[in-house]
């Protein structure tokens, strides 16, 4: 292991599965722990957001400060970026400032690209196509339910989307057994397929994608789902609701070809009625409040491992 100080993570694809073990173990220290090292301290962080953010922000700026360190929110559109600045002269002067940037963007293409003209390690809070900081808190999550993650099973339903994406990597790195549950044509990104499956080959994990959301929550122990709308996606919204409710809506009925005992996931923001029942998020099986405060604890880990 090269170990992760000075290290991009644009998404769980270039992470080895000791290194998510390693970044999985200090968040539960995180989670553990009210203070801690001031590991931060004389580092600033920039966070550039493309578009909104409640827990990314939050969560990094908190997680910043908390290790002792200055966070500055850069809103895209504020930038000159908006006015047309490259990407890669913004990551050439931000380089000379600061010590890490975050960065949520549209297309996955600008984080790579910040990362080439940045000596400073970037971090992707959200991309078209991966979520990595969201997978792991979602893993974090599972190992405090579950007490581990070899051998677990989650079921994947709606729409196969950046956070499918990395949840179908970082499953597959980590020995989980992962079944998604999609309409045709809104299946994950070819390329992060074909990474967890390569994945799956040295962890063991299984790997289904179909369409049956009750044949891929059969057995599980966590099911997750996320919005049929994805940020910029919103000229699609009619189209997209009609395809995926009813069939694709986790609702109790759906819960029960679970385990008992299986948790219910969502990275959220939620939207329910669409994606999920009123009952299931708020219903017992949810965890989606300690998955969001899970954020801050992974930040906080990602950060103290890469600065
Ligand atoms: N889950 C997540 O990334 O939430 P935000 O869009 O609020 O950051
Ligand atoms: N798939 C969602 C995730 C939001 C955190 C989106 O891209 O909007």
Partial sequence: MAGLKGRDILSLVELSPREIDLILKRSSIMARRRKVPQQLRTKTVALIFQKPSTRTRVSFETAVAQLG?????????????GRGETVSDTAKVLDRYVNAIMARVFSHDDLVVLAENADAPVVNGLSDKHHPCQILADLLTLIQYKKRLKGLKVAYVGDGNNVCNSLLIGCAKTGVNIAVARPLGYGPDPEAVKRAEEAAET????????????????????????TFISMGMEKEKETRLSTFIPRYQVNKTLLTYAKPGAIFLHCLPAHRGDEVTKDVIDGPQSVVWDEAENRLHTAKAVLSLIL
Avoid at 71 to 77: F, G
Avoid at 203 to 226: F, H, L, M, N, W
């Fill in 203 to 226: 962890s063991g994990s299984s790997i289904s994608i179909g369409e049956d959301p009750e044949e891929a929550v059969k057995g599980s122990d966590a099911i997750y789902t996320d």
């Fill in 69 to 81: 360190g200055h966070p500055i929110y850069l809103s895209w559109n504020e930038m000159q970026l």
